[in-house]
């Protein structure tokens, strides 16, 4: 045999050794595209969640080797929270293999990708906020509004009120006001507000703020002539602390001020200095760091100098704790799937099975090393929220204190609004509803 052909042979050996490996490399890794924010206005709410959700997937990397050997990897594409560079990062990221599920923690990118997402058969996770009727799995099999959506948040506000009160039957006659941001995701508790204060005969006037919220002189003016017994606070960004420090100088009294779950982190209250001391605000996780699961991270992750935060100190916040939860929901989705279908690199329709049997309760939520940091999740084939369990947290003037039970949305007075809006939007859309938890695309 010449030294040429054994040459050719040892390269076509080589090559395809090395082309085995790589698609091995592939065949075992899961991806997540993430359309970040970490500079703009709302810089500080995107540098903390995508830092703790990247801080889990590296957890879980080091710790346990992936998912059943799945390795876990991710890349970003800075969005600056416009829709627009959202959509850019969907096209350019959509065609990597082994997409698992889309993160964009933005209202408007999130709706704007709601068609695409469906057609492409990969699941979008919306936590805390998007459509609130894409609760209903039966219309949006693809959106998952996991802990919980407006409505149920404005639910579990004023259950809360209601528990101040001594009882929803002492809402009656009482003043609430609403500021809200001048967005869409804003303006979307606006509808629901007016129903609850309809069944529980409270009067309510609900007050704009425009984007992004650094003067709200005129705003806080009406507040202080209305003498609102509460305010609810549904900013965003910078909007909070102006709020805060504004409700200050006309006299409105930080505790009766009820934050949304976008008005509820350090960065809404540090700024504001003393005038956020004794804030109430909703939260669907505890902030801190005493959790084992976040004592895993500082020590796994930041040990090993792979921690995504540059600040240290923010290492278990609000922003941090949220990211941390949304990557053990996503984590633990992937996981029931690999139980179903295999240990391997699953498809974006697997992955949103997996979804709709994510079902981690108390016990589960404990053995993740999670125990107070969230409470469960329920997640049905129709029920794409879970159970929409809340809590709400004071600021002490340098840490959030817990100062309620975890408390439950009245969902037999939410569902059937939430079915009128869905199949509404079927029927626009043509969308067909699905009767059971079946491949969607089948029924």
């Given amino acids: 045999m010449s030294m040429l052909r054994r040459l050719k042979m040892t390269m076509g050996a080589a090559l395809a050794v090395s082309l085995a490996s790589t698609l091995a490399v592939h065949a075992d890794e899961?991806?997540?595209?993430?359309?970040?924010?970490?500079?703009?206005?709302?810089?500080?709410?995107?540098?903390?969640?995508?830092?703790?959700?990247?801080?889990?997937?590296?957890?879980?990397?080091?710790?346990?080797?992936?998912i059943n050997g799945v390795k876990l990897t991710w890349d970003e594409g800075e969005t600056q929270y416009e829709v627009e560079r959202g959509i850019e990062v969907y096209e350019r990221l959509k065609s990597h293999p082994g997409i698992a599920a889309w993160n964009p923690l933005s209202v408007g990118i999130a709706y704007a990708m709601i068609d695409r997402i469906t057609k492409d058969r990969v699941p979008l996770i919306t936590i805390n906020h998007g459509r609130t009727d894409s609760t209903d799995g039966r219309v949006f099999p693809y959106v998952f509004p996991l802990l919980l959506n407006p409505y149920s948040e404005t639910s579990g506000i004023v259950n809360y009120i209601a528990s101040r009160e001594?009882?929803?039957?002492?809402?009656?006659?009482?003043?609430?006001?609403?500021?809200?941001?001048?967005?869409?995701?804003?303006?979307?508790?606006?509808?629901?507000?007016?129903?609850?204060?309809?069944?529980?005969?409270?009067?309510?006037?609900?007050?704009?703020?425009?984007?992004?919220?650094?003067?709200?002189?005129?705003?806080?003016?009406?507040?202080?002539?209305?003498?609102?017994?509460?305010?609810?606070?549904?900013?965003?960004?910078?909007?909070?602390?102006?709020?805060?420090?504004?409700?200050?100088?006309?006299?409105?009294?930080?505790?009766?001020?009820?934050?949304?779950?976008?008005?509820?982190?350090?960065?809404?209250?540090?700024?504001?200095?003393?005038?956020?001391?004794?804030?109430?605000?909703?939260?669907?996780?505890?902030?801190?760091?005493?959790?084992?699961?976040?004592?895993?991270?500082?020590?796994?992750?930041?040990?090993?100098?792979?921690?995504?935060?540059?600040?240290?100190?923010?290492i278990g916040s609000v922003y941090h704790n949220l990211g941390i939860v949304n990557g053990i929901l996503n984590v633990e989705a992937v996981r029931i799937a690999q139980a179903k279908f295999g240990k391997r690199t699953l498809t974006g329709d697997e992955v949103r099975w997996g979804f709709e049997h994510l079902q981690l309760d108390p016990a589960r939520v404990e053995a993740l090393g999670a125990k107070g940091l969230f409470h469960s999740i329920n997640v049905t084939w129709d029920n794409h929220e879970g159970d929409g369990r809340v809590t709400f947290q004071q600021w002490d003037g340098s840490k959030w204190k817990v100062v309620s039970d975890w408390i439950a949305p009245d969902w037999a007075f939410l569902r059937p609004i939430i079915e009128r809006s869905s199949t509404a939007y079927a029927k626009e859309h043509g969308i067909k509803v699905r009767t059971s938890g079946d491949d969607p695309v089948s029924q």
């Fill in 166 to 314: 001594g009882g929803p039957d002492k809402l009656k006659g009482k003043k609430i006001v609403v500021l809200y941001h001048g967005s869409p995701y804003g303006k979307e508790t606006i509808p629901i507000y007016k129903l609850l204060a309809d069944k529980y005969a409270f009067s309510l006037e609900q007050i704009e703020v425009p984007h992004p919220g650094n003067e709200q002189q005129s705003q806080w003016l009406s507040i202080r002539r209305a003498k609102p017994d509460y305010v609810v606070l549904r900013g965003w960004g910078v909007m909070n602390p102006v709020a805060l420090k504004t409700a200050q100088k006309v006299g409105f009294p930080a505790d009766h001020i009820i934050g949304n779950v976008w008005s509820n982190s350090e960065e809404d209250v540090i700024p504001a200095g003393d005038a956020a001391k004794g804030y109430v605000a909703i939260t669907t996780q505890a902030s801190g760091s005493e959790y084992p699961v976040l004592q895993e991270v500082i020590k796994t992750v930041y040990g090993a100098n792979k921690g995504n935060l540059e600040d240290k100190k923010r």
């Fill in 30 to 66: 899961q991806f997540f595209p993430l359309q970040s924010y970490r500079v703009g206005p709302y810089a500080a709410g995107g540098t903390g969640f995508f830092g703790g959700f990247i801080d889990y997937l590296n957890l879980v990397n080091i710790r346990d080797g992936g």
